[in-house]
C-alpha cells in the first residue's frame, strides 16, 4: 500500500453562521460546530483512506472564543496520524468577521476515526508520507497524546477502584456542593 501525504487529504469547509445556528444567548451552539467538525474530519480521513470511516473518539473539544450569526467558519483538517486502521484528524477552526476581516482561533479537536470496509469491519489504511517537519512534529504529538491518554485512563480507573468515600471528603471541603445523606455509613 502506497503512503500518501499529509496535503493529500487536507481539507478546509468553510461555512457561513445563520441564526438558525445560534443558541439561546446568541452564539453559535456548540453542537452546530461539532458537527461540522466530524463532517470535515469525516471528508479528511475518508480520502486518506479511500473508504468509509467512523468518527470513534473526539479530544480537545474546547470553545476558546464565541462564534457570531454571520461570521464566516473556517474548518482546516489534515491527518496528523495513521495506525493500522484509525487515523488522527487535526482540526483548527477559524472564525472571521467579513465585515472587518478580523479572524480568530476558536477551537483546536482531535479526531480519532477509523476506515471500515464494505461489511463494516476495520481495514488498513496508507501509511502517511511526513513531508515536512511540522508533519512529523503533528505525529510525533499524537503519539505522545495517545500515551497520555493511556496512562491518565489506567490512573484514574486505579483511583477509582481505591477510592474511599469518608476518605475524601475533606476535598468537598470548599466545593459549592453540599452533601444531604451520611456518607460514613455508604
Known amino acids: 500500500m502506497l503512503a500518501k501525504s499529509v496535503n ?3 481539507t478546509t469547509i468553510t461555512e457561513l453562521m445563520i441564526p438558525s445556528y445560534a443558541n439561546f444567548g446568541g452564539k453559535i451552539h456548540g453542537g452546530i460546530l461539532l458537527s461540522l467538525m466530524d ?14 470511516v467512523v468518527t470513534v473518539s473526539v479530544e480537545g473539544v474546547n470553545f ?4 457570531e450569526v454571520g ?5 482546516h483538517a489534515s491527518i496528523n496520524y495513521v495506525g493500522r486502521s484509525s487515523m488522527v484528524v487535526g482540526i483548527r477552526v477559524i472564525a472571521e468577521d467579513v465585515r472587518t476581516g478580523v479572524q480568530k482561533h476558536t477551537n483546536t479537536s482531535y479526531f480519532t476515526m477509523v476506515a471500515k470496509d464494505d461489511e463494516g469491519k476495520p481495514t488498513e489504511v496508507p501509511p502517511l508520507s511526513l513531508e515536512t ?3 512529523t512534529r503533528r505525529f510525533l504529538e499524537a503519539i505522545k497524546r495517545k500515551e497520555l491518554k493511556t496512562t491518565y485512563a489506567g490512573e484514574f480507573d ?8 469518608e476518605e475524601n471528603l475533606h476535598l468537598l471541603k470548599n466545593e459549592r456542593c453540599i452533601v444531604n445523606h451520611d456518607a460514613q455509613s455508604s
Open 8 to 10: 493529500f487529504s487536507r
Open 39 to 52: 463532517k470535515v474530519a469525516y471528508v479528511c480521513a475518508s480520502k486518506h483512506a479511500g473508504t468509509y
Open 64 to 67: 476558546l472564543q464565541p462564534i
Open 71 to 75: 461570521q464566516l467558519v473556517s474548518l
Open 133 to 135: 517537519k511540522e508533519d
Open 158 to 165: 486505579n483511583e477509582k477502584t481505591r477510592m474511599k468515600l
